[in-house]
């Protein structure tokens, strides 16, 4: 079955420094979505790749789509503290069942 | 607009009882999805449905069985409950579309905890 890994697991920056999360499948990729839940919260959509090496950005937020369609990551620029919460990787391999990825847990110091 | 709503919000339960969880999507969201969050496993796939068909299950056993009805509503049940089912349940929905896998909207969860 469809293994991911997402690393780190945790990471804890100063305010203003950059953060990077990575998820990596065993298996070729229909399409990787990202998720941000607050502490507290609920999952809420970042953004959804569909093609090979495709990169988009949100204002800070920077996502990547491997050549091989097997992984993925997701930067951001200069955090602030509302960046503060678990980003979760969702990658498909098929049309209706999305697995996330174990997530990353990020803090900032202000 | 309005979001996905789960009910009840917190429950709890002792072992060896049951539970029933209810989501109604978002108007017009087919598709419903549940989840399974605990801080030790993260975000567990339970099932999905889709015109009321289940089209795909994850790794939970028979005790945990789902259902959606002609308007989109999805419940899910959870039979002689055990002291791990304590977790948060999430169901989020999505609209489908000829591309694939949709953008999931999550309810705001219901939080069992079984003593």
């Known amino acids: 079955g469809q293994q991911v890994m997402q690393i780190p697991q945790y990471q804890h920056v100063q305010e203003g420094e950059d953060f990077t999360t990575y998820c990596n499948s065993s298996?070729?990729?229909?399409?990787i979505q990202w998720y941000k839940q607050r502490p507290g919260g609920h999952p809420v959509f970042l953004i959804q790749l569909v093609k090979s090496g495709e990169v988009k950005k949100q204002k800070r937020l920077t996502f990547q789509f491997g050549e091989a369609k097997k992984n993925s990551s997701l930067h951001i620029t200069a955090t602030q503290t509302t960046d503060v919460g678990t980003y979760f990787c969702a990658p498909s391999s098929s049309a209706s069942k999305i697995i996330f990825g174990s997530g990353t847990r990020l803090s900032i110091r202000p | 607009k309005a979001g996905v709503t789960q009910t009840p919000r917190y429950l709890i339960k002792t072992r060896g009882q049951q539970v029933t969880l209810s989501c109604s999507p978002i108007?017009?969201?087919?598709?419903v999805s549940w989840y399974q969050q605990t801080p030790g496993q993260g975000l567990q796939f339970l099932f999905e449905?889709?015109?009321?068909?289940?089209?795909n299950k994850g790794n939970f056993p028979g005790r945990f069985s789902g259902r959606q009805f002609s308007n989109s509503r999805s419940e899910m049940n959870v039979s002689t409950l055990e002291l791990g089912d304590s977790a948060l349940y999430l169901c989020?929905?999505?609209?489908?579309?000829?591309?694939?896998?949709?953008?999931?909207?999550f309810g705001e969860g219901s939080r069992l905890t079984v003593l």
């Open positions: 108007s017009g969201h087919r598709s």
């Open positions: 298996t070729t990729l229909s399409n």
């Open positions: 449905y889709f015109s009321e068909t289940q089209r």
């Open positions: 989020a929905s999505s609209f489908l579309t000829g591309l694939g896998t949709g953008e999931l909207f």
